[in-house]
């Protein structure tokens, strides 16, 4: 019983991240209907700018990762406002491949700057504590209080301010929300600006106890995927729920199957959940 929970709260460690890129991703897709694919570069950026700024400018970690979620979000807007908005009017897979290209480009330019070797972050929070008998290091609990945190903060910001209903209208409808005189674009470069920062934090987060490199973002955006496909294509709860399961399912699928294949546990778990609800957890109305 012990191994259990303990697997639990590792398992709601990643999950907490695992939610939190795929927030930011299911914000994009909602509103825009862009997959955007390059999303887990923004999340590798986020490490290395966090990394960059703590070690090389000396900025204390809190503040390492507020810089990281300004730059990447700002990030984010380039992407929104040279790329995907001259492509609005495209086909369809246009915007995949330009999202595509944009991926292999920021890590190359990864590559180029930083080098190809694996990093680490340093962290003030590594010492290791006890709650009611179970170990966790407080970078650990860090990164749920703060998913948490930003879960309830973007809840609040969608449902009780003006903008987050505007971004609301535009998910819903966005030839209505227009009609109506909400501002697309700017409700467009909002959401890119969130979604960066979100990834950027959940990197920043989960970087001290894994490793910084360019590839970094590969299996974290294909799963986040997963969550947000299992959860229902732009479902924000769908996107926090899905996350969770997957976490939950790879700790202890690692613990009582075998750790080589706790990574096919995610598909193998999309395969079950949409053979019984083929348009996922939380299917999303409107277009």
Do not use: C
């Not at 070690?55 to 970690?61: C, N, Q, R, S, V």
């Not at 995949?96 to 480009?105: E, P, Q, V």
């Not at 947000?228 to 294509?233: E, F, H, K, N, V």
């Amino acid at each position: 019983m012990e191994l259990f929970i303990q697997q639990l709260l590792n398992g709601l460690t990643v999950g907490s991240v695992y939610s939190l890129v795929a927030l930011g991703l299911t914000l994009v897709y909602g509103i825009l209907h862009i997959p955007n694919f390059a999303h887990g570069a923004l999340y590798m950026m986020g490490g290395y700018v966090t990394l960059t700024a703590m070690t090389k400018l000396g900025m204390p970690y809190g503040i390492a990762i507020v810089a990281s979620m300004a730059a990447v979000g700002l990030l984010g807007v380039l992407m929104e406002r040279l790329v995907f908005y001259p492509l609005r009017n495209a086909p369809p897979l246009h915007d995949k491949i330009a999202a595509i290209g944009i991926l292999l480009f920021l890590e190359a330019f990864a590559q180029f700057v930083w080098g190809a070797d694996y990093q680490t972050m340093p962290t003030p929070y590594g010492d290791v504590v006890t709650l009611f008998g179970f170990t966790l290091t407080i970078q650990r609990i860090l990164i749920i209080a703060s998913a948490v945190i930003i879960m309830i903060l973007l809840y609040l910001f969608l449902k009780k301010t003006f903008i987050g209903a505007s971004i609301i209208a535009m998910a819903q409808n966005r030839e209505g929300a227009n009609l109506v005189g909400i501002n697309t674009n700017k409700v467009a470069m909002l959401t890119f600006f969130l979604s960066g920062s979100l990834a950027a934090l959940a990197a920043s987060l989960a970087s001290p106890i894994n490793l910084v490199f360019p590839g970094m973002g590969h299996l974290v955006i294909l799963k986040a995927f997963v969550i947000i496909i299992l959860g229902g294509m732009g479902s924000i709860p769908g996107a926090i729920v899905g996350g969770y399961i997957l976490g939950f399912s790879e700790s202890l699928g690692a613990t009582y199957v075998s750790n080589d294949y706790k990574d096919i546990i995610a598909f193998a778990i999309l395969v079950i959940i949409l053979t019984v609800k083929p348009n996922g957890l939380f299917a999303k109305e409107g277009h």
